[in-house]
């Protein structure tokens, strides 16, 4: 799915890697669903090659529906 940058209407870049100064573990988005399930995922990023606006998103957001 084609994302356009909320800043200045360009097509933005998808699937660029998000990473965390310093951090060995990174960046995950998690929901606790019940008492032993829960959903995660890693966050990906879209970058604005115009005026370098970044949004995160992830791939299998479905799956965080209650």
């Given at each position: ?24 573990n990174g ?29 995160f ?10």
């Amino acid at each position: 799915m084609r994302k356009i940058c909320n800043q200045c209407q360009t097509e933005m870049i998808d699937d660029c890697k998000v990473n965390v100064q310093g951090g060995m573990n990174g960046i995950k988005i998690s929901q606790k669903k019940g008492l032993f399930n829960s959903v995660s995922s890693n966050p990906k990023a879209s970058v604005c090659p115009n005026c370098g606006y970044v949004a995160f998103y992830i791939d299998n957001f479905r799956d965080f529906i209650k």
